[in-house]
């Protein structure tokens, strides 16, 4: 019996023996793949060493497929179509018929700001698609939810981003107090001296392990604020402000957002505070998954609104 352990079944022998179970010729075979008489001979052999089946037998008209042959036209076929879709570039995302289902991990702060445009955009424009949006919080580790595929990106500004990730821009915001408009401070002015000492609200850290960009600021300046309460929601800071004395430091964008409809006023900060910087991460894994680079550029445009990034700079980064 001869032995099967030193031949493997590769792209070549299956096209071959594809063609020739269709063509039930060897010549032909050679001719439709431009190969000589003697090879496709040879290859012949080769195949039928390596099923143990004749695979081709003569008729009376010509050449016939052997039982184990027209089994093996069926599986040959399949095989090719399977290589074929393997080899075939990614096909483009078509938005507007999508049904996919997106995964985004935010900190609360950008509930207010970020999300709703995005949703609102992300129904004009994929009105098939789902989004599920998870709140970040210490618990959660993002960078593994990325490396699964459980999220698609991460939104966030915290100073030191996982570098093995992917991250581009969103924009950039100026830090700002918010307080009641009657506070005392409000009315004196808000000094280094009384920041430092007013009682403050803060958000729970979302990322374990991390000080928020307020606190390292101050720290890198030998000084620390008084934080008295946190809070996990930023949807509450409002009506905290509006019931207590304390002080609360956040982005001027939600700042503004929020003193509209209550009675908080919006103060400059008494200290050199960089700017927050948001921006998304994603895993090396959906780098060029179309559907995942499309959600990433509706993204960034969207928030090229909110911020100064402009919307073509920030696409550039994806």
Same mark, same amino acid.
Request: with cysteine; aromatic share 6%; net charge neutral.
């Given at each position: 019996?001869?032995?099967?352990?030193?031949?493997?079944?590769?792209?070549?022998?299956?096209?071959?023996?594809?063609?020739?179970?269709?063509?039930?010729?060897?010549?032909?075979?050679?001719?439709?793949?431009?190969?000589?008489?003697?090879?496709?001979?040879?290859?012949?052999?080769?195949?039928?060493?390596?099923?143990?089946?004749?695979?081709?037998?003569?008729?009376? &008209?010509?050449?016939?497929?052997?039982?184990?042959?027209?089994?093996?036209?069926?599986?040959?076929?399949?095989?090719?179509?399977?290589?074929?879709?393997?080899?075939?570039?990614?096909?483009?995302?078509?938005?507007?018929?999508?049904?996919?289902?997106?995964?985004?991990? &935010?900190?609360?702060?950008?509930?207010?700001?970020?999300?709703?445009?995005?949703?609102?955009?992300?129904?004009?424009?994929?009105?098939?698609?789902?989004?599920?949006?998870?709140?970040?919080?210490?618990?959660?580790?993002?960078?593994?939810?990325?490396?699964?595929g459980r999220f698609d990106m991460v939104i966030g500004n915290w100073p030191d981003p996982p570098e093995h990730l992917h991250l581009a821009q969103l924009f950039d915001d100026d830090v700002v107090c918010m307080m009641h408009r009657d506070h005392p401070v409000a009315k004196k002015g808000l000094t280094l001296k009384y920041y430092l000492e007013m009682p403050h609200l803060a958000p729970t850290p979302y990322i374990e392990g991390h000080r928020s960009g307020i606190d390292a600021a101050l720290a890198e300046q030998g000084l620390k604020r008084n934080v008295q309460?946190?809070?996990?929601?930023?949807?509450?800071?409002?009506?905290?402000?509006?019931?207590?004395?304390? @002080?609360?430091? &956040?982005?001027?964008?939600?700042?503004?957002? @929020?003193?509209?409809?209550?009675?908080?006023?919006?103060? &400059?900060?008494?200290?050199?505070?960089?700017?927050?910087?948001?921006?998304?991460?994603?895993?090396?894994?959906?780098?060029?998954?179309?559907?995942?680079?499309?959600?990433?550029?509706?993204?960034?445009?969207?928030?090229?609104?909110?911020?100064?990034?402009?919307?073509?700079?920030?696409?550039?980064?994806?």
């Amino acid at each position: 019996m001869t032995s099967r352990t030193n031949h493997h079944l590769d792209t070549y022998l299956l096209r071959v023996l594809h063609t020739l179970l269709v063509e039930k010729s060897v010549s032909r075979t050679a001719i439709k793949l431009g190969q000589s008489q003697p090879t496709i001979s040879n290859t012949l052999k080769r195949l039928r060493e390596l099923t143990g089946d004749a695979i081709l037998v003569r008729g009376k &008209t010509g050449m016939v497929p052997t039982e184990r042959g027209q089994e093996l036209l069926a599986l040959a076929k399949q095989g090719l179509e399977v290589i074929e879709k393997i080899a075939a570039p990614v096909a483009a995302f078509e938005a507007d018929s999508t049904s996919r289902v997106f995964h985004i991990g &935010t900190p609360d702060y950008l509930n207010m700001l970020l999300i709703p445009s995005i949703i609102e955009q992300l129904r004009k424009r994929a009105p098939g698609a789902s989004l599920m949006v998870h709140a970040l919080d210490a618990n959660l580790d993002y960078a593994s939810a990325l490396e699964t595929g459980r999220f698609d990106m991460v939104i966030g500004n915290w100073p030191d981003p996982p570098e093995h990730l992917h991250l581009a821009q969103l924009f950039d915001d100026d830090v700002v107090c918010m307080m009641h408009r009657d506070h005392p401070v409000a009315k004196k002015g808000l000094t280094l001296k009384y920041y430092l000492e007013m009682p403050h609200l803060a958000p729970t850290p979302y990322i374990e392990g991390h000080r928020s960009g307020i606190d390292a600021a101050l720290a890198e300046q030998g000084l620390k604020r008084n934080v008295q309460v946190t809070i996990p929601y930023f949807a509450l800071v409002p009506h905290v402000l509006s019931k207590s004395d304390l @002080i609360f430091t &956040t982005g001027r964008q939600f700042a503004e957002h @929020i003193i509209e409809d209550w009675p908080i006023g919006m103060f &400059t900060l008494p200290f050199d505070m960089p700017k927050m910087r948001f921006y998304m991460l994603w895993h090396a894994r959906s780098h060029v998954a179309p559907d995942v680079v499309w959600l990433r550029r509706l993204i960034a445009e969207v928030a090229a609104g909110l911020g100064k990034t402009p919307a073509k700079q920030a696409v550039q980064q994806m």
